[in-house]
């Protein structure tokens, strides 16, 4: 199986940005989906963004405007530049890929986000 590995969390304050990334450890059959999901204490999860094998992308009306999320096939990696954060981005993001959203085949291991005020 697609083995999924991410990094770029941490802390910032409000106003900042940060960068995730999700790099696969193989080639990844089309057609896919990639993104995040995030889940902060007490609250769903949530699916923040997320990129098709065709380029399509999709996103969370929270973020909508702030986030952008992009993929580099030739590196087998997508990416969600996060701009502008709020405290309430604050969660745990795991990257995801799957033939769809609701078939999902592999997880990062998560990389927290967290954005004081």
Do not use: H
Not at 2 to 14: D, F, H, K, P, T
Not at 23 to 29: Q, V
Not at 30 to 49: C, D, F, H, I, T
């Amino acid at each position: 199986q697609v083995q999924l590995v991410e990094s770029g969390g941490g802390l910032v304050q409000a106003g900042g940005s940060l960068r995730l990334s999700c790099a696969a450890s193989r080639s990844i059959l089309s057609p896919n989906v990639m993104g995040w999901y995030r889940q902060a204490p007490g609250k769903e999860r949530e699916l923040v963004a997320a990129i098709t094998s065709g380029g399509s992308t999709n996103y969370a009306d929270s973020v909508k405007g702030r986030f952008t999320i992009s993929r580099d096939n030739a590196k087998k990696t997508v990416y969600l530049q996060m701009n502008s954060l709020k405290p309430e981005d604050s969660a745990v993001y795991y990257c995801f890929l799957g033939a769809a959203v609701n078939l999902i085949r592999s997880w990062g291991q998560g990389t927290q986000v967290t954005v004081s005020s």
